[in-house]
Nanobody
C-alpha cells in the first residue's frame, strides 16, 4: 500500500555532493520509519541511514556518519538523503524503504516492508 520512487542519483566526483529524494504515496507517511539502503555490484544490500516515525531519531551506518544526513518532510511525503564528501566506495544503487512501526530494527533489510526501485550513484576518483 506504500509506493516509493527514488530520484537524484547520478555521477559525482570524489569529495562532491548529491541529494537523493524518495517520494512516498499510498499511506500516511509520518507513521512509517524510513530508511536508505545501498547495494554495490556483487554485494549484499546494506543499511545506510534511517529515521524513526516519531521523534525524528536518526541512525547511520558508521562509514557515512558525519557525511550523510537523512531527513523527512512529512508534509511533502518525501524522504531525503544528503550525501557530502562522497567517496568512490559510496558507489551503489541506493534504495528507499519504509518500515511499519512494529518496534523492530531500523537497520535490518528484512525488517522493511516497502521498497523503491533504486537510483544509481556513481562516484569517480
Amino acid at each position: 500500500q506504500v509506493q516509493l520512487v527514488e530520484s537524484g542519483g547520478g555521477l559525482a566526483q570524489a569529495g562532491g555532493s548529491l541529494r537523493l529524494s524518495c517520494a512516498a504515496s499510498g499511506r500516511t507517511f509520518s507513521r512509517y520509519a524510513m530508511g536508505w539502503f545501498r547495494q554495490a555490484p556483487g554485494k549484499e544490500r546494506e543499511f545506510v541511514a534511517s529515521v524513526a516515525w516519531i521523534g525524528g531519531t536518526t541512525y547511520y551506518e558508521d562509514s557515512v556518519k558525519g557525511r550523510f544526513t537523512i531527513s523527512r518532510d512529512n508534509a511533502k511525503n518525501t524522504l531525503y538523503l544528503q550525501m557530502n564528501s562522497l567517496k568512490p566506495e559510496d558507489t551503489a544503487v541506493y534504495y528507499c524503504a519504509a518500515k511499519i512501526p512494529n518496534g523492530g530494527s531500523y537497520y535490518r533489510t528484512d525488517e522493511y516492508d516497502y521498497w523503491g526501485q533504486g537510483t544509481q550513484v556513481t562516484v569517480s576518483s
